[in-house]
């Protein structure tokens, strides 16, 4: 089947899809606010409580792969259920690690909730972002990706929210966490259970069946994808390599500022900090609104590039500004990452043919970016911050430097590098 010559059928498919962001990002968000509850409850350094992003997003880099390899066998729609199963599990295991919030066993046991956590995201990010990639045209794949954006982003601002009506992150407790956790696992077994009951049809690259190189089709095939079918290893395609250092590279600019707002506005001092890890949510929002209507009159490409440039002003402004207005540069950059995840992952996984799905999961693998960089920007700030004192508001904005590099690697693959090992096209 083509997905391209059947997109009118994909609508409430791409609903129930969207359904999957809003988990994904729920389960994201609430592992953000956790950084500063455990670090309270532990009494952890900063870079400890870095941690808890650490183990959820290493479980892409280990399982990204298997979960490719899964997904060739059992299709999408039965990893959307296991993937579900799993991440309800995660939250379960929430529930005994608050148990025993009186010794660091508890917060080795939120270590490993997590990381179970993150296996079941693994396999549903490598179900739901090729699928709503390849069921239209590759050339609206972004615009596609801003609607499940909105769904994603606004739960990773409500997830945050939620916790905080039973957990208060200036003075964190954790007798009432199994309420949240639970409430969470329920809703997300209930998703499961939905998915298995709705027809959810297969959908394939052009080109992915190797059957499809046969000479009848390979007239009307685009001569990429013959030449990609011929191929025999995934590690042939530099675009798809470099897509997925850029991928790692915009997870990690893309999960610092949700996992740090909070702490941000501590050291600043301002009210209500747990409400500032909404700004970035809020900016990715009004981003994915715009970008729906800029895709209308602007390809993908030249979007991407022209979002990275305001994502290196809006870091320089984050980094020189005073704090106090600073903080709200981290809105502006959650608006341009709105864009960026598509675009890129659209730019990565076009013309691999039938290497798409072992090409998707080694996307997802680069999803570990979120564990690496909130780890050095952690361990940056214990690095730079006067000894036995607190960590103050103008060490987080020198922290801020790390997404500069970051920003430029990005715009390296949008200008140039994922035309390397394809011919130019138009």
Same mark, same amino acid.
């Given at each position: 089947?083509?997905?391209?010559?059947?997109?009118?059928?994909?609508?409430?498919?791409?609903?129930?899809?969207?359904?999957?962001?809003?988990?994904?990002?729920?389960?994201?968000?609430?592992?953000?606010?956790?950084?500063?509850?455990?670090?309270?409850?532990?009494?952890?350094?900063?870079?400890?409580?870095?941690?808890?992003?650490?183990?959820?997003?290493?479980?892409?880099?280990?399982?990204?792969?298997?979960?490719?390899?899964?997904?060739?066998? #059992?299709?999408?729609?039965?990893?959307?259920?296991?993937?579900?199963? #799993?991440?309800?599990?995660?939250?379960?295991?929430?529930?005994?690690?608050?148990?025993?919030?009186?010794?660091?066993?508890?917060?080795?046991?939120?270590?490993?909730?997590?990381?179970?956590?993150?296996?079941?995201?693994?396999?549903?990010?490598?179900?739901?972002?090729?699928?709503?990639?390849?069921?239209?045209?590759?050339?609206?794949?972004?615009?596609?990706?801003?609607?499940?954006?909105?769904?994603?982003?606004?739960?990773?601002?409500?997830?945050?929210?939620?916790?905080?009506?039973?957990?208060?992150?200036?003075?964190?407790?954790?007798?009432?966490?199994?309420?949240?956790? @639970?409430?969470?696992?329920?809703?997300?077994?209930?998703?499961?259970?939905?998915?298995?009951?709705?027809?959810?049809?297969?959908?394939?690259?052009?080109?992915?069946?190797?059957?499809?190189?046969?000479?009848?089709?390979?007239?009307?095939?685009?001569?990429?994808?013959?030449?990609?079918?011929?191929?025999?290893?995934?590690?042939?395609?530099?675009?798809?390599?470099?897509?997925?250092?850029?991928?790692?590279?915009?997870?990690?600019?893309?999960?610092?500022?949700?996992?740090?707002?909070?702490?941000?506005?501590?050291?600043?001092?301002?009210?209500?900090?747990?409400?500032?890890?909404?700004?970035?949510?809020?900016?990715?929002?009004?981003?994915?609104?715009?970008?729906?209507?800029?895709?209308?009159?602007?390809?993908?490409?030249?979007?991407?590039?022209?979002?990275?440039?305001?994502?290196?002003?809006?870091?320089?402004?984050?980094?020189?500004?005073?704090?106090?207005?600073?903080?709200?540069?981290?809105?502006?950059?959650?608006?341009?990452?709105?864009?960026?995840? @598509?675009?890129?992952?659209?730019?990565? #996984?076009?013309?691999?043919?039938?290497?798409?799905?072992?090409?998707?999961?080694?996307?997802?693998?680069?999803?570990?970016?979120?564990?690496?960089?909130?780890?050095?920007?952690?361990?940056?700030?214990?690095?730079?911050?006067?000894?036995?004192?607190?960590?103050?508001?103008?060490?987080?904005?020198?922290?801020?430097?790390?997404?500069?590099? @970051?920003?430029?690697?990005?715009?390296?693959?949008?200008?140039? @590098?994922?035309?390397?090992?394809?011919?130019?096209?138009?």
């Amino acid at each position: 089947m083509n997905a391209k010559k059947n997109n009118s059928n994909y609508l409430f498919p791409l609903l129930i899809i969207a359904v999957a962001f809003f988990i994904i990002g729920f389960g994201v968000g609430i592992n953000g606010i956790m950084v500063p509850i455990l670090e309270g409850a532990f009494s952890l350094s900063k870079g400890m409580s870095y941690l808890v992003l650490t183990a959820t997003f290493s479980a892409f880099l280990i399982f990204g792969r298997p979960s490719g390899m899964l997904i060739q066998k #059992i299709g999408y729609k039965k990893a959307m259920i296991i993937a579900l199963l #799993i991440m309800a599990l995660g939250m379960l295991l929430f529930i005994p690690s608050a148990r025993m919030s009186d010794s660091m066993a508890g917060f080795y046991m939120f270590l490993v909730a997590s990381f179970v956590g993150g296996i079941g995201n693994t396999l549903l990010q490598a179900t739901v972002n090729p699928y709503v990639t390849i069921c239209g045209p590759i050339e609206k794949a972004a615009q596609r990706m801003c609607f499940m954006g909105i769904m994603n982003k606004s739960a990773w601002y409500l997830g945050p929210i939620f916790l905080s009506l039973f957990i208060d992150v200036t003075n964190p407790v954790l007798d009432l966490a199994h309420i949240p956790f @639970g409430l969470a696992a329920v809703v997300i077994v209930l998703l499961a259970i939905l998915i298995h009951f709705v027809h959810l049809p297969e959908v394939k690259a052009e080109g992915e069946d190797e059957d499809e190189l046969d000479e009848a089709s390979a007239e009307t095939q685009d001569s990429f994808v013959i030449a990609a079918n011929k191929k025999k290893s995934i590690w042939q395609f530099p675009h798809l390599i470099l897509g997925a250092i850029a991928l790692f590279v915009y997870v990690g600019v893309e999960t610092l500022p949700m996992a740090s707002a909070i702490d941000f506005a501590n050291a600043i001092g301002l009210d209500n900090p747990a409400h500032y890890s909404g700004i970035v949510s809020i900016g990715l929002v009004v981003g994915y609104i715009v970008s729906i209507f800029l895709l209308q009159v602007m390809r993908q490409k030249q979007a991407l590039i022209l979002f990275t440039f305001i994502a290196i002003a809006a870091s320089l402004c984050l980094v020189y500004l005073p704090a106090q207005q600073a903080i709200y540069s981290l809105a502006v950059l959650g608006f341009t990452h709105s864009l960026m995840w @598509g675009a890129i992952w659209a730019l990565a #996984i076009d013309k691999l043919g039938k290497f798409t799905k072992v090409g998707s999961s080694i996307l997802v693998m680069a999803i570990v970016g979120g564990a690496i960089f909130p780890l050095i920007f952690g361990f940056i700030l214990d690095a730079i911050k006067t000894p036995g004192m607190a960590i103050t508001a103008e060490n987080f904005q020198t922290g801020y430097w790390l997404f500069v590099p @970051g920003y430029l690697y990005i715009l390296f693959y949008a200008t140039l @590098g994922h035309k390397i090992g394809l011919k130019k096209e138009g």
